[in-house]
């Protein structure tokens, strides 16, 4: 993905653009992906099974930018969720770097995880 220089609001974000050794900044497409843009991409959870955004850089957005990814998850998550979903902030296994999933109402993991139906102590 190239630079947006052009809209002079990166400069302000000071994050690394790419950590080699990080899942979510290799982005590799080992499950489903349900949308991306220039900004993030959304695809199921290795673990959990649920849509799961990922912003392209290695770093945290500012809360402006951060409503407008959690817009785009709402999005892929209402269509998959009919019943409802909640949005799950949380970062556990990678905290610096911003990801956020969309778990259906009243549970953690996707009826398609292996996981679904455990208790939520061992949580991806
Ligand atoms: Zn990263
Ligand atoms: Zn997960």
Not at 1 to 12: A, F, I, K, P, V
Not at 42 to 62: K, N
Request: aromatic residues 12%.
């Amino acid at each position: 993905m190239g630079w947006r220089w052009e809209t002079g609001l990166r400069s302000l974000d000071k994050v690394d653009e790419f950590d080699d050794g990080c899942l979510l900044c290799r982005a590799e497409r080992v499950t489903t992906w349900h949308f991306e843009d220039d900004e993030c991409w959304v695809a199921d959870c290795v673990v959990c099974a649920t849509p799961m955004i990922v912003w392209r850089r290695h770093g945290l957005p500012h809360g402006d930018l951060e409503r407008d990814l959690l817009e785009r998850l709402s999005a892929v998550a209402s269509e998959r969720y009919p019943d409802g979903f909640w949005i799950d902030g949380e970062r556990r296994r990678i905290p610096d770097h911003w990801h956020a999933h969309a778990r259906p109402a009243g549970g953690f993991f996707d009826p398609a995880s292996d996981l679904y139906g455990r208790p939520w102590g061992r949580r991806g």
